[in-house]
């Protein structure tokens, strides 16, 4: 059996010369199609360069664009040719000049004996695969595209809308069910005869000449209607970026190139000086029968594609930007924003660490300065707790936080105190979980000793921020979890309310409770609460807490065995 | 692709202003073309499809000689450099390498937009249609994999992509000690020096007018900018472009007209390949170079924030801090998320 190779060649002739001897090393008989946009001198010089080659022929040059029929033209003539020229072909193969052998013909055509009247051509119906970029899929086959997409795409893309927009359809010939796939085939003499010289091939040519890409859907549909057997895979390796451009083999790509068993790869770099050295490479004695294993390939391409499509959550930079209203994502790692917490629990913080493992920062919005856990001045990545650099954007100061130590579940507390400038950034988070005890802020006032009076204002300050706090929690937008529940409610049960945080945030390795954090004295704080009303300032986000509800956490507090003050 | 509107076009009036203001750039250019003369020109050396690089520099024979290596092994074949009045032998360094072209300008580093009017008329001469890098004496530009592929693999690259800019965001590097405590000497990779970079404080957002993502940030605001963070140095750049006659360098080569250049981004979150540009600014002759700043007077705000900037610098402070991270090569700023691979597979 002889393999016969037709190559279209449109740029780099100095590299489609060297692959066109490669083959012709092997045995194979070449037909070059020279895209007719090409200049005559640089044809010329091209068809001098290997006058030497005796088993080589140039077929009628068609005008190549691409995604237009002329490809396809110039396959047929170039094939023609080859069936006519060479007798003893018995195989035919599709390739460019950036096509590269990586194992030796004999390889290959063992190969092809191994696997008799068999094509291989990808080729799959339309209807089952969403491959196409662009959401051209059926409507390649039923449109008609008069405007070239890469130089007029205005009047391509009007075209179709104006055909979509009065319902046109074109008929199909008849029998012809459409496929697609890749356009680099490898098909036997018998079918490839079967497909030339189909009477009603004149009816077909027609209809594809008006197909979009005719190059991807002719012989893949077609040869469904002539094959023996179809084994739909390409030979030619050939991987494709988010857009459906072909990905550039380097010279680092070798060990990649040689790991895959492919017979030929493409595109390769034009100065990949290395590829081309090293290949066709002769596989190990053991590995000669070897199938094609393009795993390991597939999956570095398309963790590419999904890097470049989705990038890594979580993460602003220079070249990833994404707009808080399109990504419900804003940051690496799920985390936990508690307010209210600390002001009614006062060793809270260390007692929260302790439990979860989790990193418990205190207000890292505070005025003063950010209050990092553990206290530090300068926190992963070199954050510096300086107030004014952190409100300067306090969202990219968030993000960077997580983004920092994204390995470990964050909580920070929050309140009217600190700086406001990040919740809307909280409240469009998916990643946030925000627990607001609301009115808590009223215990350390109370716990200052100071009187109602003196302390007013600044309780109608806290009160006023934090609703508007609320406010936000409460609005349509908002992505993050929240619990809001008031100071009274909380008094009333805490322990469960501080049972379902540990558990989200340590996870299946939360237990239950055995030491409660100590809580504020909060006795005479319902006496402090009236006294705040009768100066006619309602503290009305504290719920209703009266004498009776304080004493009611106390006796709770008596009975329960496992809530005892901190060992 | 087009930028859009979340991205702050400023409309079609604003469009039309900016096309203007190009217009102005490319006019000043062209008007202060005799500011520099030609040294030595070699410019006949230079084949269609090499790649060229920009410079001004002043006193910079220390750095020199790596930049150099570095950037000829990184596949630059032909170096344009603007010589400011140096007085330490750069220019009888540079005269005699064989792929530089070197012109020479007595006048005002700060008047000439800091070069970048100089380099703008060497641009709009010679880089048209070239892949041409602009950088400082103390910049090395870095890439993923940029270990094994050099820059005619990445420009070919984005050639495909139809690209025509790649950006960089600058990392500053600095000395495990006091600054001024280790030894340099010119020829010396300066990593080994500076091992140490701020990997998570930079702040990104767009800037309004231009388009591009405006980075902030780094070891200088945690050091020197903390209170006043709206002064803090801009850090992301666009320093490899396919130049046209028509594009301009606005402010150094952190913003470039027209404003698609910039467009290293999107909005969806997807993620494009990016570099870095380390950055060797203090390396031991910092107290040096601070101390003749303070006199010069020609850098960028000369207001007292940067004369105490300098003077602190000239003192030797330490920068490093234990959660520093440790450059040891460009897959580690891939893994900070300071740069990104995107498809560059």
Redesign the interface.
Known sequence: MTLGVIMLVHTAFDRAEQMVRRWAEGGCPVVIHVDRNVEPATHDHFVHAISDLPDVRFASRSRCEWGTWGLVEATQSAATLMLDEFPSVSHVYLASGACMPLRPVSELEAYLARHPDTDFIESATTADVPWTVGGLDRERFTLRFPFAWKKNRKLFDLAVRLQQLVGYRRALPEGLVPHMGSQWWCLTRQTLEAILQDPKRPAYDRYFKSVWIPDESYYQSLVRMHARRVESKSLTLAKF??QG????F???HLELLQRSGCFVARKI???AELLFQTFPQPSAPDQIDAEPNTGAVDR??SQ??E???????G?????????SD??AVLTASPYAVLQGFDDIFPDFQRWLARRTGAEVHGHLFARDRVHFADGVE???????D?P??RD??PK??LT?LI??AREKHHCFQFGPADSQGICWTLAKDTNASIWVVTGAWSVPLFLSGRSASEVRAEAARLQRIENKFLKVLRSPQVRARVRIMSLAEFVEAPMDVLQTIIDEIAGHKGRAISEAPRMADIEGLAAFLQDLKNQGMHPFLTGDITALTVQTRRRQSRRKPYIVAGK | MALSS?KGLPGLSGAYRLRWKRRRFLFRIWRKRHEITSIVDRTSDIRRDSILLFSTVRNEALRLPFFLAYYRKLGVTHFFFVDNESSDGTAEFLRQQPDVSLWHSAHSYRLSRFGMDWLGWLLWQFGHGHWCLTVDADELLVYP?CE??DL??LT??LD??QRSSF???MVDLYPKGPLGGSSYRAGDDPTETLSWF?????????HAYYGN?W?QG??R??VFF?????RSPTL?KTPLVRWNRRYTYVSSTHQMLPRHLHD???????????GALLHTKFLPIIAEKSAEELERKQHFQNTTLYQDYHRRLASGITLW?????YYDGPQKLVE??????????
Not at chain 1, 245 to 248: A, L, N, R, Y
Not at chain 1, 378 to 384: N, Q, V
Not at chain 2, 198 to 206: M, V
Not at chain 2, 264 to 274: V, Y
């Open positions: 970026d988010h451009k072909p990905h550039i380097f010279d680092d770099w034009r100065d570095l391409f590419a594609v890097r470049r499509t989705y990038g890594r959550p993460l602003f930079m220079q070249s990833r930007f994404p707009s399109r990504q300068l926190y992963r990545g070199g954050l510096s300086h004014r650099l300067y954007n990219m100061f960077n983004w920092n | 979340d994999d094994a592929r005619r693999n070919s690259w495909t992509k950006g960089a965001v701020d990997q998570g404080n930079y702040r990104s957002s767009i993502t980075i780094g070891v605001e945690r903390s209170d006043q963070p709206e992301n290293s981004f999107d909005l969806e979150g997807k993620t494009k390949a990016s801090h234990k959660d520093a991270a900070c998320g300071l740069m990104s691979k995107g498809d560059w597979v």
